[in-house]
């Protein structure tokens, strides 16, 4: 009897563990948005490589799509974010003044 309590233990960490081990797409999300462009875009790359290179597991694949999707959505917010400064630029009012950027 002591065996079988001691693996119904056993069993009771390792599947606690399970449910304390992060999503992998969730801690690329907060990861990604730590990157700069250059950075987000060769991450997003990679993953890209590899998935088309790799045999991977239905999981796995989702798993790197996440991580993409992260990847790719930083890099649409810095381009939005640079997108909205020149904007600013271009409508300045006061042609001798020179173009400055936007600072929230």
Do not use: F, K
């Not at 987000?40 to 790359?45: F, K, S, T």
């Not at 798993?63 to 381009?79: F, G, S, V």
């Amino acid at each position: 009897m002591a065996s079988t309590g001691s693996s119904a233990r056993g069993q009771g960490r390792s599947s606690g563990q399970r449910s304390r081990t992060p999503d992998p797409g969730r801690q690329a999300e907060r990861t990604a948005a730590q990157l700069s462009y250059n950075e987000a875009r060769a991450a997003l790359e990679l993953i890209l490589a590899e998935l088309q290179a790799s045999d991977l597991q239905v999981e796995e694949m989702a798993a790197l799509y996440r991580r993409a999707q992260a990847y790719a959505e930083r890099c649409e917010q810095i381009l939005e974010h640079v997108e909205q400064e020149i904007l600013l630029w271009d409508l300045s009012d006061d042609a001798e003044r020179p173009p400055t950027p936007y600072h929230p």
